[in-house]
């Protein structure tokens, strides 16, 4: 059963808390990326890796840190610099970045809320 | 800066009835275009792209490009109260310094009613 997974669904942070959120692929994709959504606004990068041991920032990378240790895997970190981290974080992966009809794929997403 | 529009809605139209759904975009060089479904609380889910000027018809959906006025739509045919959702419009820019990633629209919110 090909997809993506994210965990955990639903994550709580207490200030100044870093916090992991995970991100599988079992789809053989090279690229991965990391998003934010906030109410009633679009999508926001704030990660992508197109090759394993690599990954750029995207728009809004500030308090964020990413690995890509393995193609399957690439866990979002969300530190303590982050001053507004409540929002619903998806990730997606796609065949690879950069080719016109590289559509994306995404995970059911995890919403982190700072208590 | 890249942008993609999208009226933000809600739009609201009966069931049977045709939805069309409509997106700008800025960089005049992007190469092709996509349309997410996004149910609340849930991730988006692609339901079409096209990359050539004219139409792409996939069931009850069709895109339509035309690259000359940075405008791409999506026609829902026969609108269910399933089909009620925000709709995502995805550009893949020409340039730009995330090589050609995805750049979002806000998404539309359409309301079918039964």
């Known amino acids: 059963d090909g997809g993506i997974t994210q965990s955990p669904k639903y994550l709580f942070r207490k200030e100044g808390q870093n916090v992991t959120l995970s991100c599988e692929q079992n789809?053989?994709?090279?690229?991965m990326y990391w998003y934010r959504q906030d109410p009633g606004q679009g999508l926001r990068l704030i990660y992508y890796?197109?090759?394993?041991?690599?990954?750029q920032k995207g728009d809004i990378a500030e308090g964020y840190s990413v690995s890509r240790e393995k193609k399957e895997s690439f866990p979002l970190t969300v530190t303590s610099a982050q001053k507004n981290p409540t929002a619903f974080y998806l990730c997606a992966s796609s065949i690879a970045s950069g080719g016109a009809l590289n559509e994306q794929f995404f995970g059911p997403g995890t919403r982190l809320t700072v208590l | 800066q890249k942008e993609v529009e999208q009226n933000s809605g809600p739009l609201s139209v009966p069931e049977g009835a045709i939805a069309s759904l409509n997106c700008t975009y800025s960089?005049?060089?992007?190469?092709?275009f996509f349309w997410y479904r996004q149910y609340s609380g849930k991730s988006p889910e692609l339901i079409m792209f096209i990359y050539s000027n004219g139409d792409k018809e996939d069931g009850r959906f069709t895109a339509q490009l035309n690259k000359a006025s940075q405008y791409v739509s999506l026609l829902i045919r026969d609108s269910q109260p399933s089909d009620s959702a925000t709709y995502l419009c995805a550009v893949r820019p020409l340039r730009g310094g995330s090589q050609g990633n995805l750049i979002f629209g806000k998404g539309t919110k359409l309301s079918v009613k039964p």
């Open positions: 789809l053989n994709h090279d690229a």
């Open positions: 960089d005049r060089g992007s190469q092709s």
């Open positions: 890796s197109q090759i394993v041991n690599d990954f």
